[in-house]
């Protein structure tokens, strides 16, 4: 089932929607936000509201007002439909796009409605296939989803997509979307919105570096104010998410699996498909007021054990490469533990044949010549270190030059009578086929209950290129059943190994979204570890997925990775603590007054941990080239990284204007000792010190109780 299905009980959570007494209208509620629909008596879905709360008097007044009449060559449902289906006078980009012999389109029927556990199911039949669309309000997010049952003959699902999202007609509308490629993910845009259809997705097979699943509309909206609307898609495979302004200058977006409309999958006689959750949000509160509603959503509903702060680790990967031994990690480790590293993660290498990126991809047992015991030496010596113990994987492809495809060559990706592509010597398995998936698990289990193993890093190095499933009579479903198969298999191994914490990576970024959030318990942005690059993937990241999930590592200078950039281990620090802290580096090659600096950054990170895993963020000042900041604040706690790029012409920095704090409330500085009224720290700042290039320090305050007689210390 391929929707978030973890029940929470905080009282802000569900709340049952209203229904009018003819039983067509319906509201949602949650905090601050509504969402209204109604059905004519044409069995017309038209979307009502959607915005600040409203009362369900308000949308019965709302499903009063008659829609415009057709114009010539124009639809009046067209940007009024909640769900444009295919057929009849519509002309709108549809959401649902079926075919069953010769016909083709839907001519839906209301066939009434229900609530379950805070959630309401609105249910329509044709013929024999029945759509059923749900709605369940999660703070002010709105999960949305459809699932469709066929009782009748085959049909072809040409396209399915999980919701279309209305938005209130308005003037000057704005898209802010991330963009990017490997080693540049993230990087916030924001355009203009203009007439016509604006695509964003991904063909490759997993959700890509290229974009994230997640559009931001609004008009006049800054850092602290205006109305954000936000939609983010939670599927992990192709995808698709369409802006559309009408020529009646209204704005649809409609977003699901898949990115073309050339066929979905084969629906057959009962059997039903479930699309993933497309998540929905209005918030009041800016950018960074959506920000942290998304933030705290993914955080209570979605990301696993969010309330449990994630380690501090070190990955062999910059330090090794494919170079492996058990010694030598074992050094490694050493020197981890030393520094107050909490999690030792022996990275590619370790495997199989495994000397290079040639060989050895998918036989997941250790090489016998650098393991002869296999791992659980190791693990049994980083554990008594005082340190978690994890490992990489990446069990979705296959190297030719392995035990595995020369058993199995059939089991990989390919289409009879075509050249078939590597890219870097590998080829994708089709983890579609049970039995591929079925051996999987039995490695995976096994290698888990080898060794006293916390920690899995999944990786996923190859978009699909050669997407054939031969003697599958409808081959194209590989790419909707490969990421219910990838789902599965994570879903299987969690519940088996319930103490494993387990990372998504794509090459860096390249498969983060809201589905594979729900089934992992961090994401690694991006294999760029330049602590100057990665405060702009780290600021388009924040606009969409919480610090909680962000892994960041502080690496080696000169940067060997990219660029060769140096920067002190002060700035490679602050940098990186914004996120999941780990480091990457060679750690024999640093010296000892290095190691000693390191351990006690980590000492810092760890104070401030539950601040920045569990805060509330507020983004200070983008990082454009000069002072860059963010801010986390916890119930009487705040702390703040602060940035500096560059300082130009000799001009002073500015201070930081600070942000939640209580502006009649004290707050002291740990670093200076200094006290500062809190109405001074919103409205003046908070002076920083910082000068020169590649410049950063942490600052923490707490708030200070006040006396007995109601006047809060100087």
């Known amino acids: 089932m391929l929707v978030f299905d973890r029940i929470c009980s905080n009282p802000w959570e569900v709340r049952v929607a209203e229904v009018s007494q003819d039983g067509r209208t319906w509201l949602l509620s949650g905090p601050t936000s509504g969402y209204a629909v109604h059905v004519t008596d044409r069995d017309e879905l038209v979307h009502l509201h959607w915005g600040p709360r409203i009362a369900l008097a308000d949308a019965r007044a709302l499903a009063r007002r008659p829609l415009p009449d057709d114009w010539p060559f124009e639809s009046r449902l067209d940007g009024r439909e909640e769900y444009p289906v295919e057929g009849g006078p519509r002309f709108t980009r549809p959401a649902l796009s079926v075919r069953a012999g010769e016909r083709r389109g839907t001519e839906w029927a209301f066939d009434g409605h229900d609530t379950h556990d805070g959630e309401l199911r609105l249910r329509f039949r044709d013929g024999g296939l029945g759509v059923t669309l749900h709605y369940r309000m999660r703070g002010d997010v709105i999960e949305r989803w459809v699932t469709l049952h066929n009782r009748g003959p085959d049909v072809e699902l040409l396209r399915a997509d999980s919701a279309t999202w209305t938005l209130p007609e308005r003037e000057r509308w704005r898209l802010s979307q991330l963009h990017g490629r490997w080693a540049a993910e993230s990087r916030l845009t924001r355009s203009p919105l203009t007439y016509g259809e604006k695509v964003l997705g991904s063909r490759r097979g997993h959700t890509g570096h290229q974009h994230l699943p997640w559009v931001a509309l609004d008009t006049d909206a800054t850092e602290e104010r205006g109305e954000v609307y936000g939609c983010a898609l939670g599927w992990s495979g192709s995808w698709r998410i369409c802006v559309a302004q009408l020529p009646d200058a209204r704005v649809q977006i409609t977003g699901g699996a898949g990115h073309d409309d050339s066929g979905l999958l084969m629906l057959g006689t009962d059997e039903t498909y479930v699309t993933p959750v497309f998540a929905g949000l209005w918030s009041d509160g800016g950018f960074g007021g959506a920000s942290r509603a998304w933030h705290a959503y993914q955080r209570t509903h979605v990301v696993p054990g969010a309330d449990r702060d994630r380690p501090v680790l070190f990955n062999s990967w910059e330090a090794t490469g494919f170079d492996i031994t058990q010694e030598?990690?074992?050094?490694?480790?050493?020197?981890?533990?030393?520094?107050?590293?909490?999690?030792?993660?022996?990275?590619?290498?370790?495997?199989?044949?495994?000397?290079?990126?040639?060989?050895?991809?998918?036989?997941?047992?250790?090489?016998?010549?650098?393991?002869?015991?296999?791992?659980?030496?190791?693990?049994?010596?980083?554990?008594?270190?005082?340190?978690?113990?994890?490992?990489?994987?990446?069990?979705?492809?296959?190297?030719?030059?392995?035990?595995?495809?020369?058993?199995?060559?059939?089991?990989?990706?390919?289409?009879?009578?075509?050249?078939?592509?590597?890219?870097?010597?590998?080829?994708?398995?089709?983890?579609?086929?049970?039995?591929?998936?079925?051996?999987?698990?039995?490695?995976?289990?096994?290698?888990?209950?080898?060794?006293?193993?916390?920690?899995?890093?999944?990786?996923?190095?190859?978009?699909?290129?050669?997407?054939?499933?031969?003697?599958?009579?409808?081959?194209?479903?590989?790419?909707?059943?490969?990421?219910?198969?990838?789902?599965?298999?994570?879903?299987?191994?969690?519940?088996?190994?319930?103490?494993?914490?387990?990372?998504?990576?794509?090459?860096?970024?390249?498969?983060?979204?809201?589905?594979?959030?729900?089934?992992?318990?961090?994401?690694?942005?991006?294999?760029?570890?330049?602590?100057?690059?990665?405060?702009?993937?780290?600021?388009?990241?924040?606009?969409?997925?919480?610090?909680?999930?962000?892994?960041?590592?502080?690496?080696?200078?000169?940067?060997?990775?990219?660029?060769?950039?140096?920067?002190?281990?002060?700035?490679?620090?602050?940098?990186?603590?914004?996120?999941?802290?780990?480091?990457?580096?060679?750690?024999?090659?640093?010296?000892?007054?290095?190691?000693?600096?390191?351990?006690?950054?980590?000492?810092?990170?760890?104070?401030?941990?539950?601040?920045?895993?569990?805060?509330?963020?507020?983004?200070?000042?983008?990082?454009?080239?000069?002072?860059?900041?963010?801010?986390?604040?916890?119930?009487?706690?705040?702390?703040?990284?602060?940035?500096?790029?560059?300082?130009?012409?000799?001009?002073?920095?500015?201070?930081?204007?600070?942000?939640?704090?209580?502006?009649?409330?004290?707050?002291?500085?740990?670093?200076?000792?200094?006290?500062?009224?809190?109405?001074?720290?919103?409205?003046?700042?908070?002076?920083?010190?910082?000068?020169?290039?590649?410049?950063?320090?942490?600052?923490?305050?707490?708030?200070?109780?006040?006396?007995?007689?109601?006047?809060?210390?100087?």
Request: aromatic share 8%; charged share 25%.
């Open 328 to 714: 030598q990690q074992r050094e490694l480790a050493g020197r981890a533990a030393a520094m107050g590293v909490e999690l030792f993660v022996v990275d590619d290498g370790w495997f199989g044949a495994r000397t290079g990126d040639r060989a050895g991809l998918g036989d997941w047992t250790p090489n016998p010549d650098r393991f002869p015991g296999g791992l659980k030496p190791l693990a049994d010596h980083v554990h008594g270190l005082g340190m978690q113990f994890g490992i990489w994987v990446e069990p979705e492809m296959v190297n030719p030059d392995s035990d595995l495809y020369r058993a199995h060559p059939d089991w990989v990706q390919y289409r009879p009578g075509r050249r078939r592509t590597e890219f870097r010597n590998q080829l994708v398995l089709n983890i579609a086929r049970d039995d591929v998936r079925d051996h999987l698990w039995e490695q995976l289990d096994g290698l888990l209950s080898s060794a006293p193993i916390d920690y899995v890093k999944w990786d996923f190095n190859r978009c699909f290129t050669d997407a054939g499933w031969p003697g599958d009579p409808y081959p194209q479903r590989l790419w909707t059943d490969h990421v219910r198969g990838l789902y599965a298999l994570l879903d299987r191994l969690r519940a088996a190994h319930p103490d494993v914490a387990f990372e998504s990576c794509s090459g860096g970024g390249g498969r983060i979204d809201l589905g594979i959030l729900s089934r992992t318990d961090q994401v690694w942005t991006s294999d760029n570890t330049d602590p100057l690059d990665r405060l702009a993937l780290q600021h388009g990241f924040s606009q969409i997925h919480p610090a909680r999930v962000m892994a960041a590592w502080v690496t080696d200078s000169p940067n060997a990775m990219l660029n060769g950039r140096v920067s002190s281990l002060r700035f490679r620090f602050v940098s990186a603590m914004a996120g999941v802290l780990g480091v990457g580096g060679d750690l024999t090659r640093w010296t000892g007054e290095e190691l000693a600096e390191a351990r006690e950054w980590i000492a810092l990170y760890k104070e401030i941990r539950p601040l920045v895993q569990r805060g509330d963020l507020y983004r200070l000042r983008p990082p454009e080239g000069g002072l860059s900041a963010v801010q986390y604040v916890l119930g009487d706690e705040t702390v703040v990284l602060a940035c500096l790029q560059a300082q130009h012409h000799g001009e002073p920095v500015p201070a930081l204007r600070l942000r939640g704090l209580d502006p009649a409330a004290s707050y002291e500085c740990r670093e200076s000792g200094e006290v500062h009224r809190g109405a001074v720290l919103l409205h003046h700042g908070l002076p920083t010190g910082l000068r020169g290039d590649l410049d950063a320090a942490v600052f923490r305050l707490r708030r200070l109780q006040s006396t007995h007689s109601g006047v809060l210390s100087d």
